[in-house]
């Protein structure tokens, strides 16, 4: 039985690990842990946020994935957004998830990234 999502894996390009760390741990506020060593020969990073864990890793002929992306639960979705753009990440808002507030971001390889937020429901109103 599937109890929980472990991680989520994304591509990328060999060499981009400094702009991974840049984004992943600078922009997201995300904290880089460590790889088993024989897996951080292979090169690329690892990052997390409390229970979530990206890893990232190298592709030789990485090309960024244009629907696929991981959704990204965060609280206080407004600050956040406002927190990547001014950190210089670019910030798209999609209205199209009923219940919810949602963004996309890309990261600096091309990864979309969604974040969302479920809208507080009114008392007596189904979210």
């Not at 957004?81 to 949602?102: I, M, S």
Request: neutral net charge; contains cysteine; hydrophobic residues 40%.
């Amino acid at each position: 039985m599937i109890t929980a999502v472990d991680h989520v894996q994304l591509a990328a390009p060999p060499g981009s690990e400094d702009g991974l760390r840049a984004y992943y741990a600078g922009v997201l506020g995300m904290t880089e842990i460590p790889k088993p060593p024989v897996l951080a020969a292979r090169g690329g990073c690892w990052f997390q946020a409390g229970p979530v864990q990206l890893h990232l890793g190298i592709e030789t002929d990485f090309r960024p994935a244009k629907k696929a992306h991981p959704g990204l639960r965060v609280t206080g979705i407004e600050a956040y957004a406002a927190r990547l753009a001014a950190r210089g990440a670019a910030v798209t808002w999609d209205d199209d998830l009923p219940g919810h507030r949602r963004f996309y971001s890309y990261d600096p390889v091309g990864n979309r990234l969604e974040f969302l937020e479920p809208i507080a429901a009114r008392p007596g109103t189904p979210v």
